[in-house]
């Protein structure tokens, strides 16, 4: 209801824009003008006039100084001929009136503060009443194809930027100037993270062993969580031959979005876009009975997905993608142990790096039976044991209806990062789908067959786009259990050399990652790069430090510990590290 | 030399057995029949009769009351038509007679003890005193195309074993009989360590829990191995545009041995054969300062090759092969110290199985030129290197002409089973022809571009032909370190379950993979179940144990300790464990 309000106030400052813009460009043509996410814009063919960023500012006054006369819409309903009389000259809504008439719509004029424009309707009633005239803005200009097609007119599209209240709008313009700051393709470079390369292509990241060590942390520490719940990794090939897709049903579904291989020997394999078909065969190499149940299967390991090059984007849009992977193949009454592991997994996990989340209960949608796997029956099933398991866990959910897996039903964790921003992170996936075209089954205690149920759960997901989430996270400064480098030591002249390679060495041999800076650049120099590559600790060694046989230790949040003994160092690093803190 | 005179001596012995085949079936058509690996074959063609391996016990008798009489080889030259009344009704002969003497070169028909045979020569001047009568045996039959095409008749074929010496003979036919039983395949099924799917397709093994168990554990030795001696971890994808290999040369040498893709939009991409390429462009993504040399990359990951299905076996042989790679990119200078820590790492690790290593440097032949990278003057100057640093280290090497890598001389590692096989494990390639197509550089202290040189170095190789030598290596017994089970817990009856789990739960509290088995199998039956998993110890619990709150330790070699503390257990294991004993 809330967001139906917002559409129609965006919706609304459409229109009062597009009066603006005649009232400084009387000739310009009007086309269309939508709410979308954030706002709203007009498409607009301004002739011969060049209208850019610059002219934003009168238009935004225009727009204020005519809010007040805009106390009501009204509507009126015209014939095809009245439109176009009305219209006479714009040849882009004379196209849109013969489409409406053509169609045998009404054609409704909406008229608002002396202002006609045709229109769908999904106004503020009252405007002037409704919105605050401090809570949008204009926000740019930019160059859009009439309906979108190439092959028409480029016209003018004004972007503004509305929400509710002049707070909301601050919150988004302060969070998009943040995120550009944060941009991780840029902190990627700068840290040394990632690489991409021109020879081997878009979307193929390559991790430096800087990028390397902070994704391995993150996966020895999900494994950390998962060792101690029975996981057991496993390890599969990443083609297949075609046969396996085809079982799984995930040739049917998706096979355009595969890469594909024709072998020397003409036969047709596939790279893996998932690793659910592949562990089921693991699981079923054997007769398992209901006393090997469950069975709990872990790997991080790459799939595939040809995605179109228009769509990649830094790294949370790959083609190659690193999962964590993990199917527990267990009996129907240990779903809910299982699935509430996993789920702990996910909050200790999420938790540790100061994500809330929050739960979408991700259902199919039974008006289009055609996109799933299995009958109604199957799915009533599988997705009453999720809302069981999250009613006994007290949660409020989101309902996501149409956005199941196609074989199943599933939890997905939505988290809210540190500007603001929700991403959908974690999920638990319910499958007896996939078991029952492989035929999975353990011999239970009357001796007889049970099909298994599969839970399907990936903790970061793809690690490319957690570890993009990550960086944007914390803008670079990971947290000191994460740092490529932990500790700078930076020495501030030759003569303070061999006590800083004294330090190092112990702070290494103690297993702590860090670096010394004895270049022969000024301590401020040195200082400044440190901080530049966000390095959590630095230590500066003096004369003071020397004589003392001590070090002085400065956090990069003004932390500062100054002439403290070694040990002493280690121990605040030790303690941090092992509590993940920082 | 002496494997000239072993190859006279087979193929004399072929000569010999076509002479008793003469005598039993003197209709029989004899073809060719040369020395081959391990002994000789002759082809035949028995008409209508039916020849089984039954037979070869009178024909091998016959070998050996004829041998006295083969005092000496004779020869002479003759003319087309000697040579095919000779042969007269003998179709395969005089298709070999028609041939040699069209291509104008000389007919000779060889005799000994009677028996005369068309041949190009080299037999045992004097076989009855050169060849033992006991260091040969008629193996099998089998059927052979004649010359090898399909469309031609199948011949029979007898395979002889001979060797210089009856031990030697004794030992091979040993050794065969040891492989059949320590044969990775059947070992690996027995075990529970890998498994192939039929839908997933041959040459593609899936490891489960166990098996990737013992990976991750030799995995995690290379790197201890590794780490101190400065090696990170990188990450790359599998797939890359071809232009990554058109630079690195791979495209022209190895097309077609590549797994290629057509994306979407018709790109086209491969998937990895090798890991060098892509190594490079991390190495080339930031400008390297001589004060950042060596840099040294290690991953362990899937490599690709379009094999023929026919060619897969196992795991010795297959489709998607797990490397432990590294890339060391170095100064000239810096070439002795980093191929030294190289093999420090190869000896220890090989050491610690019990391998004997042999050194083969495998130099390029360069009467082929066309199959290298790279002129001659830096070809000598990489081989050069590699020889000096043998002659440092007073080794001797067998020598490889025409065994090197297209882009370098190699170091070739060649381990010598526990039943006395000969494998070529690790290796070390030195590689100046990569660097220079991909202008890879570092900064030196005169701020000059200085080309690097890349040295290859992989400890294990493919991961999996690895396994497949370890598994017949230790005939399965992994030591303790790598068991995936390290010892069974075996209670007698019912009421010593409780302190067997209470067991259990400590071993596993300390680090020790335990498994209990609880079954209401007697004990004889669950120690026979424990020694065909190859389990290291077995822990039995009964009253005595239970009252006196001990443990009995019973190793697989007969070693037996009774009556010990749980204490005492773990020290003892854990020794071994953490030395890698057994």
């Excluded at 949008?136 to 028409?152: I, M, Q, S, T």
């Excluded at 003409?266 to 699981?283: G, R």
């Excluded at 499958?431 to 839970?455: A, H, R, T, W, Y």
């Amino acid at each position: 209801m809330e967001q139906e309000k917002l559409n129609n106030q965006r919706h609304t400052l459409a229109h009062l824009l597009a009066q603006a813009v005649i009232e400084h460009y009387p000739s310009a043509k009007l086309t269309l003008g939508p709410a979308v996410d954030n706002g709203f814009y007009y498409d607009i063919d301004f002739g011969g006039e060049k209208v850019t960023d610059a002219d934003l500012q009168k238009l935004e006054a225009t727009m204020r100084k005519n809010l007040p006369k805009w106390t009501a819409f009204t509507h009126q309903e015209v014939t095809r001929d009245e439109a176009l009389t009305q219209f006479d000259g714009n040849e882009y809504k004379t196209e849109l009136i013969n489409e409406i008439a053509d169609r045998g719509e009404t054609i409704i004029l909406y008229t608002c503060g002396g202002f006609t424009d045709l229109c769908r309707g999904g106004h503020s009633d009252h405007p002037v009443d409704e919105i605050d005239a401090e809570s949008f803005k204009l926000d740019r200009v930019a160059g859009a194809y009439w309906r979108g097609d190439e092959k028409n007119k480029m016209l003018t599209r004004i972007y503004g930027l509305a929400f509710a209240t002049k707070v909301d709008l601050d919150a988004f313009i302060f969070q998009q100037e943040e995120a550009k700051k944060r941009d991780h393709r840029k902190l990627g470079k700068e840290l040394g993270l990632f690489i991409f390369s021109e020879l081997v292509g878009p979307g193929l990241p390559l991790w430096t062993p800087k990028g390397t060590l902070v994704r391995e942390l993150l996966n020895d520490y999900v494994w950390e969580l998962r060792k101690p719940r029975g996981y057991q990794k496993v390890t599969i090939p990443h083609i297949t031959k075609k046969e396996l897709y085809e079982t799984s049903g995930h040739w049917a579904k998706y096979a355009e979005d595969l890469f594909k291989i024709k072998t020397r020997e003409d036969h047709l394999f596939a790279m893996k876009p998932m690793n659910c078909p592949h562990h089921t065969q693991i699981f079923d190499a054997e007769q398992r009975s209901y006393r090997d149940m469950p069975q709990r299967y872990a790997e991080t390991t790459m799939v595939y997905r040809d995605e179109q090059s228009g769509e990649l984007s830094g790294l949370s849009r790959v083609l190659s993608i690193t999962q964590d992977d993990a199917h527990v193949f267990c009996r129907e009454n240990q779903i809910e142990d299982e699935t509430m592991a996993i789920w702990d997994i996910i909050e200790t996990f999420y938790g540790t790096f100061g994500f809330k989340l929050q739960v979408r209960f991700s259902r199919h949608d039974p008006s289009t039976p055609e996109k799933y796997l299995g009958g109604e029956e199957v799915w009533a099933k599988a997705e009453g044991a999720l809302k069981n398991l999250m009613e006994k866990k007290g949660i409020t959910w989101i309902d996501g209806i149409g956005e199941a897996a196609f074989y199943g039903p599933k939890i997905d964790f939505i988290a809210r990062d540190s500007i603001g921003r929700v991403l959908q992170v974690a999920t638990i996936q319910l499958d007896f789908n996939q078991p029952k075209s492989f035929g999975l089954f353990c011999i239970n205690e009357q001796g007889e067959k049970e099909q298994v149920v599969m839970i399907h759960a990936a903790i970061m997901g793809s690690i490319e786009r957690f570890m993009s989430t990550l960086i944007e996270h914390y803008a670079g400064a990971f947290p000191l259990w994460l740092s490529p480098v932990q500790v700078a030591i930076l020495p501030i002249s030759d003569k303070h050399s061999e006590y800083a390679r004294d330090v190092l060495g112990k702070l290494k041999a103690s297993g702590i990652r860090a670096e010394i800076d004895d270049s022969r650049e000024s301590l401020g120099k040195k200082i400044r790069a440190a901080k530049t590559q966000k390095l959590p600790y630095l230590i500066v060694i003096g004369d003071k430090e020397m004589e003392s046989q001590t070090v002085t230790l400065e956090g990069r949040n003004d932390e500062k510990h100054e002439g403290i003994t070694f040990d002493a160092t280690l121990i605040l690093l030790r303690e941090k590290i092992d509590n993940k803190n920082n």
